[in-house]
């Protein structure tokens, strides 16, 4: 079955980095557009940074020369390198896949995806 591990969270000092990863199982990760998603507390779901099926990107503007979104689709694995980390970014990072095969962009919204990694937290603080 469909399955995504979210894994690389974890604590950092302000200015710190980390990579995210997502592994993907039970599909072909390269027919998926994958979005990264954060939820900080008692703040609704956000979505981060997104890579389209053929390797289009996108950021939030507050991320933007800050976190680098990759995939290797041979790795079944999607990444995300976090960079000059804030304490604004803590919260639980997922990612999720589109619905639809080959989708160029996929809106940001929870509705539009399908399937969802379990979460993992960043937490930025010194």
């Known amino acids: 079955q469909v399955q995504l591990v979210d894994s690389g969270g974890g604590l950092v000092q302000p200015g710190g980095s980390l990579r995210l990863s997502c592994t993907a199982s039970g599909f072909s990760l390269n027919d998926y557009t994958m979005t990264w998603f954060r939820q900080a507390p008692g703040k609704e779901r956000e979505g981060v940074s997104q890579i389209s099926w053929n390797g289009v990107e996108y950021y939030r503007d507050s991320v933007k020369g800050r976190f680098i979104i990759s995939r290797d689709n041979m790795k079944s694995t999607v990444y995300l390198q976090m960079n000059s980390l804030k304490p604004e970014d803590t919260a639980v990072y997922y990612c999720?896949?589109?619905?639809?095969?080959?989708?160029?962009?996929?809106?940001?919204?929870?509705?539009?995806?399908?399937?969802w990694g379990q979460g993992t937290q960043v937490t930025v603080s010194s």
């Open positions: 999720a896949r589109g619905m639809y095969v080959r989708s160029p962009y996929v809106p940001w919204n929870s509705q539009s995806y399908n399937y």
